[in-house]
């Protein structure tokens, strides 16, 4: 049953038992909770402030910027110098104990049919459809931006309002051992697990291991609860198998053009990639549907396939979140696009730069070899180095060559040391500049974009390609569309 809207998400009270032993004193009352922060510069007016420590900030520094802010209350391990009358304290033995007792107490007390995502690829974008396609079907909360840590979690968990329908919780992890820990305080009733791919494999001795860590995310499924694996993952297998020993019965398998419409699969009957949107015709757990999404790519396709599996499971109505899937546009760093006028002429701009791994990098790439070349425009990849790939970087890197190829992309331009290695072996008419800094490349960009280009840039955000996309639209006159340019 849900409860009334109007609910609080946090009374004193409700604090109070869910700290329980951290507390070192008694609560004084203080107004409701309307949301928790961590951060004094998002803080909105009756939250309650959590002052975290971290190795170059410590949140108790910001006490006094949180009450002016409003802060109803601030969680914190000990009363600092000078706020005695500033505003109620919440004094606690540890700070980050704390915040992960209020989340995993929001865990308990909620109705809401939970989803846990994680994966190599695909992550954000796939909570943020199943945020567009549950609300369809009533209240849902999703981890804000890619909140996914052993930070972000708990934070999210603790935001969760008692009177919401669905959650999603993004789930991520650099190393072995740190999804199970927060998987621990999600309990979701259904686990999405998306492409594996060699992001973070620097810290593991295999691809295999990866996959286990990965997989780790089953061992927190609520009883009866199900999992939805990519059955067209090279790690299949092993996802299928620690599923298997962790005791879930429901494995939904999700991937494109399996020839199979059982009751536990979700797959294409046939799709469409267009220059801007996907046409889909799928089966998904024995119902038959049809769909367009927003943006193209084939990952697309196969991340919406594992959406709609858990919002049938959800028992929500996945008539209406296909549908939504429509208005589905790439999320800022994950396909945005841009529509900018250069000297030169207008063009499009993809924001791929959140980060990058190969699966992702080749993902992007093939989705830029959907668009269509307007007059004498080109597809050109603007790439950055490709982060935490261990002893196998620069093999990495080159192997890009042969997806730029098969995806007919006519110019690469490139910066990072890592990426220089993928220039030296593209073909001569490929080959585009080579620059130090992401501000260097910006400046040639400026001078080389033409009339009708499409133009994506992506890198790990170690490479600070942002900073290209912040450039480009810093020095471009931004437009609706490159339809509107036409009819004007």
């Excluded at 009177?163 to 992890?173: H, S």
Aim: some cysteine; hydrophobic content about 45%; proline content about 3%.
């Amino acid at each position: 049953m849900i409860n009334d809207e109007t609910l609080p998400l946090w009374t004193a009270a409700d604090i109070s038992q869910a700290l329980g032993p951290l507390l070192q004193q008694p609560i004084a009352q203080f107004p409701d909770i309307a949301g928790i922060s961590i951060d004094t510069r998002s803080l909105q007016a009756g939250d309650l402030f959590v002052a975290l420590r971290g190795e170059q900030v410590d949140g108790h520094d910001y006490i006094g910027a949180a009450f002016e802010a409003g802060a109803a209350a601030a969680l914190v391990d000990h009363q600092p110098d000078g706020e005695t009358e500033t505003g109620a304290l919440i004094i606690v033995s540890d700070v980050m104990a704390a915040l992960e007792a209020l989340g995993r107490a929001a865990r308990a007390r909620t109705p809401a049919y939970i989803i846990g995502v994680t994966g190599s690829v695909g992550k954000t974008s796939v909570k943020e459809a199943l945020h567009a396609g549950l609300e369809k079907s009533g209240t849902v909360h999703v981890s804000e931006k890619s909140f996914n840590n052993h930070i972000g979690v708990p934070l999210s968990l603790a935001r969760l309002p008692a009177n919401t329908a669905y959650a999603v919780f993004e789930i991520g992890m650099n190393h072995a051992g740190e999804i199970e820990a927060l998987v621990d305080m999600v309990r979701p009733h259904c686990a999405i697990i998306t492409q594996i791919g060699e992001a973070h494999i620097e810290h593991f001795d295999s691809m295999e291991d990866l996959a286990r860590a990965k997989a780790e995310i089953l061992t927190g499924i609520e009883a009866g609860g199900a999992a939805i694996l990519p059955q067209d993952s090279e790690y299949y297998d092993v996802l299928h198998a620690a599923a298997v020993e962790n005791g879930v019965q429901n494995i939904v398998r999700f991937g494109l053009n399996m020839d199979d419409a059982a009751s536990d699969v979700a797959t294409t009957s046939k799709f469409k990639l267009h220059a801007e949107c996907s046409c889909v015709s799928a089966h998904i757990l024995g119902d038959a549907v049809t769909y367009k999404i927003g943006v193209p790519g084939a990952h697309l396709v196969s991340n919406s396939l594992a959406v709609l599996s858990a919002v049938s499971l959800a028992g929500a109505d996945m008539a209406l979140a296909a549908l939504s899937l429509a208005d589905h546009q790439g999320l800022s760093g994950r396909g945005k696009r841009h529509y900018l006028m250069s000297e030169q002429g207008d063009y499009v701009l993809i924001d791929e730069t959140y980060n990058a791994n190969p699966v992702s990098m080749a993902a992007a790439l093939n989705a830029l070899g959907l668009a269509s070349r307007e007059a004498h425009g080109r597809r050109i990849a603007v790439l950055g180095d490709m982060a935490e790939l261990g002893a196998d970087a620069v093999a990495l890197h080159e192997n890009l060559k042969q997806t730029i190829e098969q995806a007919n992309v006519d110019l690469v331009f490139g910066c990072g040391p890592l990426t220089k290695h993928l220039m030296d072996v593209l073909p001569k008419g490929c080959r585009g500049p080579h620059a130090e800094t992401p501000k260097a490349l910006v400046k040639i960009l400026k001078q080389e974009i033409h009339q009708g280009d499409v133009v994506m840039v992506k890198g790990s955000n170690a490479s600070g390609m942002q900073r290209v996309i912040r450039g480009l639209r810093k020095a471009h006159q931004s437009t609706g569309s490159l339809q509107m340019l036409k009819e004007g």
